[in-house]
């Protein structure tokens, strides 16, 4: 399985979600790829989800990956709540 954490630069943040996704994941057991980067360079990355933010979820609209929406980057809670929601029963 295929994450990409995206924010709108792709260095600090998303590299911050991309550390709280795998801890979550790995916590729970799934095994994933996960990476981060920016909205332009995730729309053309194939993957299986992408976690964003509301208002960049908008640039990835279309995109064939199931997109998951966190607002707070460094709540874990909200992580894994999305994560249970979409991956973990998916």
């Given at each position: 399985?295929?994450?990409?954490?995206?924010?709108?630069?792709?260095?600090?943040?998303?590299?911050?979600?991309?550390?709280?996704?795998?801890?979550a994941?790995?916590?729970?057991?799934?095994?994933?790829?996960?990476?981060?980067?920016?909205?332009?360079?995730?729309?053309?990355?194939?993957?299986?989800?992408?976690?964003?933010?509301?208002?960049?979820?908008?640039?990835?609209?279309?995109?064939s990956?199931?997109?998951?929406?966190?607002?707070?980057?460094?709540?874990?809670?909200?992580?894994?709540?999305?994560?249970?929601?979409?991956?973990?029963?998916?």
């Amino acid at each position: 399985m295929k994450v990409l954490s995206v924010c709108g630069l792709g260095q600090g943040t998303s590299l911050i979600l991309k550390m709280n996704v795998e801890q979550a994941l790995s916590e729970k057991g799934i095994r994933a790829d996960v990476e981060h980067m920016d909205v332009s360079s995730a729309s053309s990355m194939s993957a299986d989800y992408i976690i964003t933010s509301n208002e960049l979820a908008e640039g990835l609209e279309g995109h064939s990956a199931k997109l998951i929406i966190v607002n707070n980057y460094f709540d874990m809670d909200e992580i894994n709540q999305a994560i249970d929601e979409h991956i973990a029963k998916a």
